[in-house]
């Protein structure tokens, strides 16, 4: 593919079956161990954002957990639901209004979003963050960096140092846990995952 821009949902409504083969294997289990040793009951409804291949959502699942999966690409959706044994939904994460009414209506008491939120732009990460209303745990990561990367294959994503999102976490959480990870697909970059919780 050349590198004409495309939008994220362009890129996957037209690729999401390849990238999800080479992503089905790729499973962050240091990432989602320390999330999932926080949880107190394995019947707390966890929804994951940004789903994809469901390679963390099955193996979330597979460890016992209550998990629902989702993403903004009606057949990456119904892909999930053939693919794992659980409930997936369609939900555009940059819609905050209807994803704090989604974990509302549904009791979702913890969200988890691997490999996801480097999509959104800047504005509305800081909206997800400092809106996002939940009971639990918000487990996520980003791509280490600065600012706007435009991708080989079309897309572009945001990419952040820790001392920024920190200062942002910092008005309205407790920060629970954070470790800096290599990709595990060995390209030029690192993660920085975090495990927070809203100040009580």
């Known amino acids: 593919m050349d590198n004409k821009e495309l ?3 362009e890129f996957y409504e037209k690729n999401w079956k390849d990238y999800g083969n080479k992503t089905v ?15 107190p009951d394995k019947k707390d409804l966890i929804l ?11 193996h979330i699942q597979e460890e016992g957990f209550n998990i629902c999966g989702s993403d903004y690409i009606i057949d990456i959706v119904l892909n999930l639901k053939q693919k794992v044994d659980c409930c997936s939904y369609v939900i555009d994460f940059s819609d905050i209004e209807f994803l704090n009414s989604f ?7 913890h969200v988890f979003a691997n490999a996801a939120l480097q999509h959104l ?12 209303n939940i009971e639990g745990f918000l487990g996520f990561n980003l791509k280490e960096g600065s600012g706007e990367i435009l991708l080989e294959d079309g897309r572009k994503e945001m990419r952040y140092q820790k001392r920024q999102i920190e200062r942002i976490l910092n008005e309205k959480y407790d920060i629970v ?12 970059f690192s ?5 927070t919780q809203i100040k009580k």
């Open 7 to 9: 939008t994220t949902y």
């Open 25 to 39: 294997n790729i499973i962050p289990y240091s990432f989602i161990k320390s999330f999932l040793r926080l949880i």
């Open 48 to 58: 994951e954002l940004g789903s994809g291949s469901g390679n963390c959502l099955k």
């Open 103 to 109: 974990i509302g209506n549904t009791t979702v008491k």
């Open 121 to 132: 732009d800047v504005s509305s990460l800081l909206n997800l963050l400092r809106n996002i």
């Open 177 to 188: 846990y954070f470790e800096k990870t290599d990709d595990l697909m060995g390209r030029n």
């Open 191 to 195: 993660w920085l995952n975090w495990i």
